[in-house]
């Protein structure tokens, strides 16, 4: 499997396995979104590097046609002053540096077609990485309202206990208010209709019946005193005569 078959396995998997864990998605998803930018700067890096050396050997190979025209310059001069010698020995050199070229030629063709296609598969990369994060944020928003219900649903729980102790509390003052008005209501009705007066003056002359009656206990309790006193002087006199 290459590089991008790797980071591709990779982020299925990694997505499947967040999809299906059930510790704070949102924090997990965030740490695999940034793993997977890692990966793309590691690819990116890895470009840069493939470029870095399609130029360096692009420059050595403009040195090689610059050598290749001095000797061929060379050999043509030492042609005109009779030095077939020189010129063999110019031409064995310019044709060393064609045969490098044409190698170097063949190696600089070879990493630009790994360079283009490592810029396709980088672009194709960043695709699926926007992909997931598209995917991750709509998870999160996900998350965080079915949390957010989960927190509602957890109040409403524990304050249904809560409602109905309220509920009897309203039940009991409501009972105790309508006492209240039904007692007023009768007392202003009873005021109106001057049956409350009666009622008091009933209770004034009650209580002055008592008293009386108290009062004349008290009396007939002193005269049977004062009528026993008399009746034991009378009976002492009469013996004192005799």
Do not use: C
């Amino acid at each position: 499997m290459g590089l991008f078959g790797r980071i591709s396995f990779f982020i299925r998997s990694k997505l499947n396995a967040l999809l299906n864990r059930a510790s704070d998605p949102a924090s997990e998803l965030d740490y695999s979104y940034e793993q997977l930018r890692d990966e793309l700067q590691k690819v990116t890096r890895g470009i840069a590097d493939v470029t870095t050396q399609k130029k360096r050997l692009e420059i050595h190979r403009r040195r090689l046609r610059e050598n290749v025209e001095k000797h061929d310059g060379q050999a043509r001069s030492a042609l005109q002053q009779g030095r077939e010698d020189l010129a063999r020995r110019a031409l064995e050199k310019k044709q060393a540096h064609v045969t490098q070229i044409t190698e170097l030629s063949g190696q600089i063709d070879s990493l630009q077609e790994t360079q283009d296609r490592l810029v396709g598969k980088r672009a194709e990369l960043s695709s699926q990485i926007e992909q997931f994060r598209t995917r991750k944020e709509s998870m999160k928003a996900r998350y965080e309202a079915a949390e957010a219900s989960a927190r509602v649903a957890e109040a409403f729980t524990g304050v249904g206990d809560t409602m109905e102790d309220v509920s009897r509390s309203l039940e009991r003052a409501t009972e105790r208010t309508e006492q209240m008005e039904a007692r007023a209501a009768a007392l202003e009705e009873l005021e109106e209709s001057g049956a409350l007066e009666s009622v008091l003056d009933e209770g004034d002359s009650i209580d002055a019946e008592l008293d009386r009656l108290s009062n004349e206990r008290a009396v007939e309790y002193e005269l049977e005193t004062l009528r026993a006193e008399v009746e034991g002087d009378e009976e002492r006199t009469v013996e004192s005569a005799d």
